[in-house]
């Protein structure tokens, strides 16, 4: 397909456990962001990747939260030590300058 | 308060209804302004994607920005069962980074 994608789509992990999510951008798009979309907070930026800049981290809500993106491609989003406030939607998007974010489907993350 | 501001809704509306979705915003630095269209369980799907103020249409979406009074607007002609869905506005500075998005509005469309 020529989307966003992103695996797992589900994820249940016990707390103090890591975590390990996947995103695959649009083939050619420059930029790569991570969200998180919780109940009752809307969509909140992570970190942004643009080709072989360093990222901008200043959404990560604590150091548990790490994020890389190789090749320009692939992106990973680490989770360690899982709490439970952590359990959210996590949407990866992509971008091609100027013409708006694209989202994958995201990964369901449930901390028990 | 939030950068930008949305009614959580529910709006039921029936189908063929004019609907319309409105966003606030408080940052004078946002240029540019998307609505997405997000159905249950699924990522966010871009809709409409306009700079600075005025209308874009396209097809039975228009938006509608006024920088003016930091307003953001979609309006759904037509309205079908199909559009069912939560509508997220999101806004982006001048060379910015990353979209700040309001809550979402959940529309419903009956028959």
């Known amino acids: 397909g020529a989307g966003v994608s992103q695996s797992p789509s589900n994820k249940v992990t016990e707390k103090g456990k890591d975590v390990e999510l996947r995103c695959d951008p649009i083939s050619g798009h420059t930029a790569l962001y991570w969200y998180r979309q919780s109940l009752g907070q809307g969509l909140e930026f992570l970190i942004y990747f643009q080709g072989n800049s360093a990222p901008d981290k200043s959404g990560l809500p604590s150091d548990r939260f790490s994020a890389e993106r190789t090749g320009g491609s692939v992106s990973t989003l680490t989770i360690q030590r899982t709490q439970q406030e952590d359990s959210a939607v996590y949407l990866c998007?992509?971008?091609?300058?100027?013409?708006?974010?694209?989202f994958g489907p995201g990964t369901r993350l449930t901390v028990l | 308060q939030k950068e930008v501001e949305q009614d959580p809704g529910p709006l039921s509306v029936p189908e063929g209804a004019i609907v319309s979705l409105n966003c606030t915003y408080s940052n004078s630095a946002f240029q540019y302004f998307m609505w997405y269209r997000q159905y249950s369980r699924k990522g966010p799907e871009l809709l409409m994607y306009?700079?600075?103020?005025g209308n874009k249409e396209d097809g039975r979406f228009t938006a509608q920005v006024d920088k003016s009074s930091k307003y953001i607007s979609l309006f759904i002609r037509d309205s079908q069962p199909s559009d069912s869905a939560t509508y997220l506005c999101a806004s982006e500075k001048e060379g910015g980074n990353k979209l700040t998005f309001g809550t979402g509005t959940q529309l419903k469309v009956e028959l």
């Open positions: 998007a992509s971008s091609l300058a100027g013409l708006g974010q694209f």
């Open positions: 306009t700079y600075s103020s």
